[in-house]
């Protein structure tokens, strides 16, 4: 049987050991001077005891030779951890879900949002929409206004956008003067209607004298129709490029939805025939 | 006693699946009934393929609905009266992609429709068939009437009617007519049977509004282009129809 450890709250040897090379990896970390010195190669134990006099001066000498050995021997380890620290934060920054420019989702959320939303569906019956929605001359403000200002138009009539949707709404830059909604729990016609509305604050828009129209492309997800979250997505981007063909300015669906689902419906089945005609037998005679 | 200021008007689509079941008389002559009673009521031909209720009434009007749908009309300029004591949205016949079009408008109509002031009750003839508009027609209505009678096609028709709307839409709630019964008693059986498959199969039961016997006065008075309602009054299935009308006055949005 083991002998039983008495727990008596002092640390032990392992853990005071632990305490230090903590205490000693905050120094380096809070300190860009010591990190920046290692990264470079760490070379030179006199540079390092001078940073470390200038950062701690209240320590005596030996106390501080005995730090910048620890910080050397510690050193190694320490600069490639930095350095793998620092390409994970660049990594969460191309995985992060908003859009640096406008600050609303990007098409990594869109994407996901809309994989959470159509499980969703599935799983409650309700159909959800989505919409992409395209400017039909951004071109022309960019060219004309320069992009810096082309990047203020994108910002504020996108948070603007936003406003005219219902909170339940997701609103994403999928990219360039392209924006993606998705509309959970809502029917197409409903969500015909929102489009309506943001075509129009669109078109209502002045600015610095340039006119602006959108085309957008509707596609409704119905869980009864098993498509696929690719196929759904294509679905609006085919009527987004429909909408552009026909003249810009103006909504796109496939119609026909109801027809789509009727099609879908169980039909009235042979048992339920055979119970409806029964009926006759039973007229009286005249 | 002071008039309510807001009266809510009711919605009723009145539909069967299968063609020639008397939707179309049933909605003049209940209509006329109501009118008689005092109220405001307003017909609406939802019938694009073979508009009937205008030929119905002998009336001619230079403005559809087709009007509305394509065009900037308003259903406000569209209504015209009838020797029925109500008014009517005539349809046009023959129009092919209204389906389309309607669709993408039927918001649109039916906020015309519920912003149509003074009426206590809109009626929706619709056509035949299970077509989208048909179906648009009744999701919009706040009540679903359906007539049936004997024939098998047409129960089936309604039938499968009232199993879309459940499935897909779930309505749950449908009033039934049975329209050319034998008599009094048929008429219930029908029903009865009808609604115990309803039952047995979807899981609701249907209200039977009430059930009109076969007669001779209602070729007739479609013939004369009269309002059996009006013209005898005294009729039975004039009676039938007050009847109905009488509960249908009751309903509530």
């Known amino acids: ?286 | 006693m002071k008039a309510r200021k807001k009266k809510k008007t009711v919605i009723v689509c009145i539909t069967s699946g299968k063609g020639g079941v008397g939707k179309t008389f049933l909605t003049v002559n209940l209509a006329s009934a109501l009118a008689k009673k005092g109220k405001k009521v307003l017909v609406v031909d939802c019938d694009f393929g073979l508009a009937n209720v205008d030929i119905m009434l002998g009336i001619r009007s230079a403005r559809t609905m087709k009007d509305v749908v394509f065009g900037e009309t308003t259903l406000q300029d569209v209504i015209v009266n009838t020797p029925g004591g109500f008014d009517l949205v005539p349809a046009c016949s023959g129009v092919r992609d209204m389906a389309q079009l309607l669709y993408e408008r039927i918001e649109m109509i039916k906020e015309m429709l519920l912003s149509l002031e003074g009426y206590d009750l809109i009626l929706l003839d619709t056509g035949a068939g299970m077509t989208e508009v048909v179906l648009q027609f009744n999701l919009l209505a706040n009540r679903n009437i359906l007539v049936i009678n004997r024939e098998l096609t047409c129960l089936t028709d309604a039938y499968a009617m009232i199993k879309v709307l459940y499935q897909l839409f779930g309505r749950d709630s449908f009033d039934i007519i049975v329209n050319s019964s034998m008599d009094e008693k048929e008429g219930d059986r029908i029903f009865q049977h009808f609604d115990s498959i309803c039952r047995r199969f979807l899981g609701f039961s249907l209200k039977h509004l009430g059930s009109l016997r076969q007669d001779e006065d209602v070729p007739r008075s479609i013939m004369n282009q009269e309002i059996l309602v009006q013209a005898s009054p005294h009729s039975r299935t004039a009676e039938s129809c007050a009847s109905m009308a009488g509960a249908l006055s009751r309903w509530r949005a």
Request: with cysteine.
């Open chain 1, 1 to 286: 049987m083991p002998k039983k450890q008495k727990i008596t709250g002092k640390k032990t040897a392992a853990g005071k050991k632990a305490d230090k090379r903590q205490s000693l990896e905050n120094i380096i970390k809070k300190n860009k001077m010591i990190s920046d010195w290692l990264r470079e190669g760490g070379a030179g134990r006199g540079e390092l005891l001078m940073i470390l006099t200038e950062k701690l001066p209240k320590t005596d000498r030996k106390k501080l030779e005995r730090t910048a050995d620890a910080v050397i021997e510690l050193g190694a380890d320490l600069v490639r951890r930095i350095i793998e620290i620092e390409r994970e934060n660049k990594q969460l920054r191309s995985l992060s879900l908003t859009d640096e420019l406008t600050g609303l989702y990007n098409k990594r959320f869109f994407k996901m949002q809309l994989g959470v939303e159509t499980a969703r569906s599935k799983r409650t019956g309700q159909t959800c929409c989505m919409a992409i929605l395209d400017f039909d001359n951004f071109k022309e403000i960019n060219d004309s206004l320069g992009h810096s200002e082309g990047d203020r138009f994108l910002t504020e009539v996108g948070l603007l956008m936003r406003d005219r949707l219902r909170p339940t709404d997701f609103l994403c830059r999928l990219g360039g003067d392209e924006f993606g909604i998705l509309m959970p729990a809502t029917g197409l016609v409903d969500a015909i209607g929102i489009a309506r509305r943001l075509q129009q604050f669109i078109t209502d828009i002045h600015w610095k004298k340039c006119i602006t129209t959108a085309s957008i492309g509707m596609a409704e997800f119905d869980p009864a129709e098993k498509v696929s979250l690719e196929e759904f997505f294509n679905l609006a981007d085919i009527e987004l490029y429909r909408a552009k063909k026909d003249g810009k300015n103006r909504i796109s669906y496939a119609a026909g939805v109801i027809e789509r689902r009727m099609a879908a419906a169980e039909p009235v089945s042979l048992r339920e025939r055979e119970l409806l005609l029964k009926v006759k037998g039973e007229a009286p005679r005249k």
